[in-house]
């Protein structure tokens, strides 16, 4: 069975940059959408960025000019640089890969903790 597996997250000041990874545990098949998602207590996941497989981004309006998403095809790989980070970010953050038939494989969550 696929996994993936996430690095990368930690303990950080306000201001500070952060790096996550994510990697499968062996080749996809077909993928489609590689994205990073996060949830912070109480409140429900949500989408942080996503790049298609041309290579076109979005991101949530909270993170735009801060994060920046990237996938290696080849190595079936997403990272999501983390800059100028804010408490409000403090989330466990999931990597997420969507396969172009729509099956949808989760990491495991990394914690990111932002400090004031």
């Known amino acids: 069975q696929v996994q993936l597996v996430e690095s990368g997250g930690g303990l950080v000041q306000a201001g500070g940059s952060l790096r996550l990874s994510c990697a499968a545990s062996?080749?996809?098949?077909?993928?489609?959408?590689m994205g990073w998602y996060r949830q912070a207590p109480g409140k429900q996941r949500e989408l942080v960025a996503v790049?298609?497989?041309?290579?076109?981004?979005n991101y949530a309006d909270s993170v735009k000019g801060r994060f920046t998403i990237s996938r290696d095809n080849a190595k079936n790989t997403v990272d999501l640089q983390m800059n100028s980070l804010k408490p409000e970010d403090t989330a466990v953050y999931y990597c997420n890969v969507v396969t172009i038939t729509g099956y949808t494989y989760w990491g495991q969550g990394t914690q990111v903790t932002v400090s004031a």
């Open positions: 790049v298609s497989r041309s290579g076109s981004t």
């Open positions: 062996r080749r996809i098949v077909s993928i489609g959408d």
